[in-house]
């Protein structure tokens, strides 16, 4: 509509420079009044564009934060139960390191301990989501800006201090394997439990106790993950995540 108003007076101007019944003042009236109109009609259309242009990165952003909402929602749900599962990894290597390699133990419990030192469990985030509106460019997008931050801090700063918390745990545990595989004779019930009741093998499992460090960051990420959400729902109190 834009383009047809503006041809439509470029011809009037056109059309009024070729007149010869007008005198020069009254023509540069009318020339100035038909450009006037073609500016305003110009800067409309570009008004116009750019909110339009607006209003459908704000739908993204709409659409991005009910979905990254859902799945912090996951990742709270996981970290919780992880959390819960390194409490019964503890216990379970606490027992291993605390039995007396003098006493003869509760064999079918001891092998079940054993096995069950050999499980690990890490974090794993839902983040395709997050990825992508990132690579993209459009995260920034987001114009609540505390919102934006907390969500980078979330990805950029919380996840990977849990990751390097969970390395260190899994490299421990790699020692306990490794050293299990170098000295163990057999499958048999007394192999096993000489090699766990050995001074280095009990070192092992005792060093194989979770750090507080761990707890804590688990801990941050779902306590900034709560914070996300609220302030996602506040911004869309009638949506779902979907």
Same mark, same amino acid.
């Not at 305003?40 to 242009?53: K, P, T």
């Not at 079940?112 to 690579?135: D, H, Q, T």
């Given at each position: 509509?834009?383009?047809?108003?503006?041809?439509?007076? #470029?011809?009037?101007?056109?059309?009024?420079?070729?007149?010869?019944?007008?005198?020069?003042?009254?023509?540069?009236?009318?020339?100035?009044?038909?450009?006037?109109?073609?500016?305003?009609?110009?800067?409309?259309?570009?008004?116009?564009?750019?909110?339009?242009?607006?209003?459908?990165?704000?739908?993204?952003?709409?659409?991005?934060?009910?979905?990254?909402? #859902?799945?912090?929602?996951?990742?709270?749900?996981?970290?919780?139960?992880?959390?819960? #599962?390194?409490? #019964?990894?503890?216990?379970?290597? *606490?027992?291993? =390191?605390?039995?007396?390699? =003098?006493?003869?133990?509760?064999?079918?419990?001891?092998?079940?301990?054993? =096995?069950?030192?050999?499980?690990?469990?890490?974090?794993?985030?839902?983040?395709?989501?997050?990825?992508?509106?990132?690579?993209?460019?459009?995260?920034?997008?987001?114009?609540?800006?505390?919102?934006?931050?907390?969500?980078?801090?979330?990805?950029?700063?919380?996840?990977?201090?849990?990751?390097?918390?969970?390395?260190?745990?899994?490299?421990?545990?790699?020692?306990?394997?490794?050293?299990?595989?170098?000295?163990?004779?057999?499958?048999?019930?007394?192999?096993?439990?000489?090699?766990?009741?050995?001074?280095?093998?009990?070192?092992?499992?005792?060093?194989?106790?979770?750090?507080?460090?761990?707890?804590?960051?688990?801990?941050?990420?779902?306590?900034?993950?709560?914070?996300?959400?609220?302030?996602? *729902?506040?911004?869309?109190?009638?949506?779902?995540?979907?």
């Amino acid at each position: 509509m834009a383009e047809l108003e503006v041809a439509k007076h #470029g011809k009037n101007v056109i059309h009024l420079m070729g007149k010869k019944e007008h005198k020069l003042a009254h023509k540069l009236r009318e020339i100035a009044l038909e450009i006037a109109i073609i500016v305003f009609a110009v800067s409309m259309s570009i008004w116009l564009h750019g909110l339009s242009e607006h209003h459908h990165k704000q739908q993204e952003v709409r659409s991005f934060l009910i979905g990254l909402k #859902g799945d912090l929602e996951g990742d709270i749900k996981q970290l919780t139960e992880i959390k819960e #599962g390194y409490k #019964g990894f503890d216990a379970n290597y *606490a027992y291993l =390191a605390g039995i007396d390699p =003098a006493q003869k133990p509760d064999w079918e419990k001891f092998k079940a301990a054993y =096995a069950r030192s050999n499980a690990n469990w890490y974090f794993i985030p839902v983040k395709s989501r997050y990825e992508g509106f990132l690579m993209s460019g459009r995260l920034t997008n987001i114009e609540n800006e505390k919102l934006l931050t907390a969500i980078l801090s979330l990805y950029q700063m919380d996840l990977p201090q849990i990751q390097t918390s969970e390395g260190g745990w899994s490299t421990r545990q790699r020692k306990l394997r490794d050293y299990r595989e170098e000295q163990l004779e057999g499958d048999d019930e007394q192999s096993l439990f000489r090699v766990t009741t050995s001074p280095k093998g009990k070192r092992l499992l005792r060093e194989m106790s979770t750090t507080p460090q761990l707890y804590e960051r688990y801990q941050s990420y779902i306590d900034q993950s709560r914070e996300i959400i609220k302030m996602i *729902a506040e911004a869309y109190p009638a949506e779902k995540a979907h």
